[in-house]
């Protein structure tokens, strides 16, 4: 079992940075892959980054690449998201997820603990 915990979010206007946080607890939080999902109001979630349980394997959809980055730490059991040049579409709760399973994965259903969601707002 991994409980998980968001943080991080919050108001910032376009081209501004945030940096979210990922606290995981459990037996196993060092062992499993870890993503980020978001979902807009009246929209469906997006996948929006994953990383392996080493740190040596990530992945990010096409939308953030080369603004966000994925990292972890897993001394601290923390997996972070650091996003840069954020853009009012960037606007969503933000999700932490991870799996029974140490290989990065991008679609939801392949992860099986979820935090509540953290919201992050852009403004133009």
């Known amino acids: 079992q991994v409980q998980l915990v968001e943080s991080g979010g919050g108001w910032v206007q376009a081209g501004g940075s945030l940096r979210l946080s990922c606290a995981a607890s459990g037996r196993t939080a060092s062992s499993v892959a870890m993503g980020w999902f978001r979902q807009a109001p009246g929209k469906e979630q997006e996948f929006v980054a994953t990383?392996?349980?080493?740190?040596?394997?990530?992945d990010y959809a096409d939308s953030v690449k080369g603004r966000f980055t994925i990292s972890r730490d897993n001394e601290q059991s923390t997996v972070y998201l650091q996003m840069n040049g954020l853009k009012p579409e960037d606007t969503a709760v933000y999700y932490c997820a991870a799996r029974s399973g140490s290989t990065a994965r991008v679609l939801p259903n392949a992860y099986d603990y979820w935090g509540q969601g953290t919201q992050v707002t852009v403004s133009s």
């Open positions: 990383i392996n349980s080493s740190g040596r394997d990530t």
